[in-house]
T-cell receptor, first 109, second 115 residues
Framework: GQNIDQPTEMTATEGAIVQINCTYQTSGFNGLFWYQQHAGEAPTFLSYNVLDGLEEKGRFSSFLSRSKGYSYLLLKELQMKDSASYLCAVKDSNYQLIWGAGTKLIIKP | IAGITQAPTSQILAAGRRMTLRCTQDMRHNAMYWYRQDLGLGLRLIHYSNTAGTTGKGEVPDGYSVSRANTDDFPLTLASAVPSQTSVYFC??????????????FGEGSRLTVL
């Protein structure tokens, strides 16, 4: 079966750096997405990786290793507004998105 | 700019009743999707439409139906609601073909409770 694994919950301190990992086993691979979802709100797009390596976008970076079935989202200079769930999703060989259950990130002052 | 609008935002429904969740987008996106989100689980695809006039089944289609008469509207119907359909439902759209990257744009969600 297809599977996306992420930690259920993480806690970090305001101003610090946090890395949220995502491992996947899917039938084929056509890209990996990260979305942010604040409580009670809709998911919003953060990043897309289809080739190995690091994609940087402001305070957020996303890394992909296709050979390891692994990605991480790196958040720098954490702010209280970064408290949210972070969803990892992989597009499989049929171009269907397979979603992880999400990682709830709690930021403490 | 409205983006994607869902209605209702919240609804309590008696089991056995018929319910339609509405979804309208003004971005002229070809692809539209319905997901359900349950605690502890990833988003699960119910139905999708790659273009107006076509629809397809996702991971959990049973008990749900959709139609795509035009580009903008993609309603989701529960013919006879059951308690296991209690969930938060998200409509989403994308302007990319399935083989391309294509971020999804989500509506604000419809929280449905079936008693």
């Amino acid at each position: 079966g297809q599977n996306i694994d992420q930690p259920t919950e993480m806690t970090a301190t305001e101003g610090a750096i946090v890395q949220i990992n995502c491992t996947y086993q899917t039938s084929g691979f056509n890209g990996l997405f990260w979305y942010q979802q604040h409580a009670g709100e809709a998911p919003t797009f953060l990043s897309y990786n289809v080739l190995d390596g690091l994609e940087e976008k402001g305070r957020f970076s996303s890394f992909l290793s296709r050979s390891k079935g692994y990605s991480y989202l790196l958040l720098k200079e954490l702010q209280m507004k970064d408290s949210a769930s972070y969803l990892c999703a992989v597009k499989d060989s049929n171009y269907q998105l397979i979603w992880g259950a999400g990682t709830k990130l709690i930021i403490k002052p | 700019i409205a983006g994607i609008t869902q209605a209702p935002t919240s609804q309590i429904l008696a089991a056995g009743r018929r319910m339609t969740l509405r979804c309208t987008q003004d971005m002229r996106h070809n692809a539209m999707y319905w997901y359900r989100q349950d605690l502890g689980l990833g988003l699960r695809l119910i139905h999708y439409s790659n273009t107006a006039g076509t629809t397809g089944k996702g991971e959990v289609p049973d008990g749900y139906s959709v139609s795509r008469a035009n580009t903008d509207d993609f309603p989701l119907t529960l013919a006879s609601a059951v308690p296991s359909q209690t969930s938060v439902y998200f409509c989403a759209s994308s302007d990319s073909a399935p083989g391309e990257g294509g971020e999804l744009f989500f509506g604000e969600g419809s929280r449905l409770t079936v008693l």
